[in-house]
């Protein structure tokens, strides 16, 4: 039986070309890959800028809302003080004193009632507007999620 020593050493279905092709091939997908990544991340950090600086100019002008409603709270308590101060001066009798402070104490914890529901009431639109663009952004964040 004679050998053949030429097919030992032979390397026919190796073919260094289609080596480099595969490997060009892969390098590529990867920096493409990559480069899809990195186009993400920024996005995805523009956003968040985005959100934050939305998210401080609400918080900034609600504080604002907030701070003039009790202003106008206090402007209005200190009106009705002086009113009712007023009309102490014009007592005539204890029964009218006794009167006019009752009434003066009702109307003060009417005001304050009053007082107290507006300030709840723009509290909780300040705090649904300053939460308003972290919560789009979380839902965009969760869409984009479920589409990938």
Known sequence: MAYRTDDIFSFSTFDPSKLTDSFREFAEKGATQSREAFTKMKDAAEEATKVVETTMQTAQSASVEIGLKAIDAMRTNADLSLTHMESLLGVKSVAQLIELQTAFIRKQ???????????????RKVSEDVSKPAKDAAEKAMSTFKTA
């Open 109 to 123: 914890a009417e005001v304050a009632v009053e007082q107290a529901k507006a300030l709840q009431e723009t509290a």
